[in-house]
DNA sequence: GATTGCCATTATGTATGCAAAATCGTATAT
DNA sequence: ATATACGATTTTGCATACATAATGGCAATC
């Protein structure tokens, strides 16, 4: 059963990358039983490698794991999705702190010719675009907190929400609300202010959890 | 092989709580190569269950995982070790807030009863004691966030440092400076005081950070 | 008719076997 | 003497096989 796909990385890693690409899209559903040996026949491999791309996903929390009955699609209730967003805009704010507070000159000069360039984004109206650099905007910042613990976190958490996300920037008008919010931010960065910094981020990111709503089924987007 | 020392959990989970206890005990040493041959043996399993644990354990960042290349103790570096106790300073401080906006009154009272507690641990000057009830006290105001995802982030995080920091308590007058400065966070959290409470969680766990001093090995204590 | 207990089926957890990649030692060539 | 290449050994990754717990259906009983 040779695959060759990519060297240097294993069988599990690239299951989990595709069950969780699966899961992200929709296709399995919050609830779904996981069974190993249907996955196994799927991805055309054993269970060895699918019983331990299970596990790291569950590591994620994009899965529950438990012992003797198997997994599932992780059943994310709404409370949790609040906590989650809750957690995520603390650790954006947190970070964007951290940035004005610790950014060299150059990541400063960085953050603000991506606020530029997404200014022309904005300007075209190209959602993709803006989608895209949007990750990259609040990675940017994530990075210049200089901690690759927050770092790390954030980023996970980002990637864990995305499917409850995906439909946002494809509501009128709001890119250049975003964009606009993000401008405070990276105006407080660039002036070195930590607190205002963090309320910036923080209003930006609760502005997020609430256009999403209340809970709902997340956004079926194809991959 | 049947050694049914916890029904309900499975070998994989008691191997890596086994695992991860030898590490942490300084038995399994930074740097070494953990061989799933070796592990197996060593507790009578075969390699399977060893795997399993394994990749568990690398997920909490407790061991690094190679693709063919094995597993072997994480060797945590002196800057990683910065970020870990930086990020832990924020997260503790963000529950802080979170707790002084959002506890309810039950759990205001009970903080305060612990610390009362702690006050007469201080006073009889047992170390110990004041260690295990130094957990208690952090893991309230987590709790008292009302968010479990920046909970468990703030449990992790302990648990990493836990090694870094057993020798703490041990240093003279420790435990009246800590008890003081959780004073101080109380106070801001029964008075509902949002920034204070941050404030003072920050400021009680950058001492933290300070006491341990630059990285040196971890603390030998036995398990 | 509902409930409970038993048995067949299914799926998970673990052990073992095998193939490929990495590591280490040795020998050879420069 | 150093570096490189080759081969043996070790170890990981995956597949397969087996044992045990969980699940579901059926029947017997209240």
Do not use: W
Not at 116 to 145: C, K, P, S, W
Not at 160 to 174: D, V
Request: overall charge neutral.
């Amino acid at each position: 059963m040779r695959q060759a796909k990519f060297e240097g990385s294993t069988q599990s890693d690239r299951l989990a990358e595709a069950i969780a690409e699966t899961v992200l899209s929709g296709e399995f559903q919050p609830g779904l039983r996981l069974d190993e040996g249907m996955l196994a026949e799927r991805y055309g491999v054993s269970r060895t490698p699918v019983r331990e791309a299970l596990r790291q996903l569950a590591s994620t929390g994009l899965i529950d794991v438990k012992p003797r009955r198997g997994a599932t699609v992780a059943n994310v209730t709404s409370s949790q999705l609040e906590m989650m967003f809750g957690a995520m805009a603390e650790i954006e704010a947190t970070c964007a702190r951290l940035a004005a507070m610790g950014m060299t000159p150059i990541e400063r000069r960085r953050l603000q010719g991506l606020q530029e360039t997404m200014e022309a984004i904005v300007l075209r109206d190209d959602r993709d675009a803006y989608a895209a650099a949007n990750i990259n905007f609040h990675t940017q910042i994530y990075l210049g907190a200089h901690n690759e613990i927050l770092s790390d976190f954030a980023t996970a958490l980002r990637r864990r929400l995305a499917p409850f996300r995906r439909a946002q920037f494809r509501t009128e008008g709001r890119s250049s609300r975003s964009h606009a919010e993000h401008a405070a931010v990276v105006k407080a960065i660039v002036a070195c202010d930590a607190s205002a910094a963090h309320a910036a981020m923080f209003h930006h990111m609760s502005l997020v959890e609430d256009s999403f709503g209340q809970l709902g089924a997340p956004s079926r987007a194809t991959a």
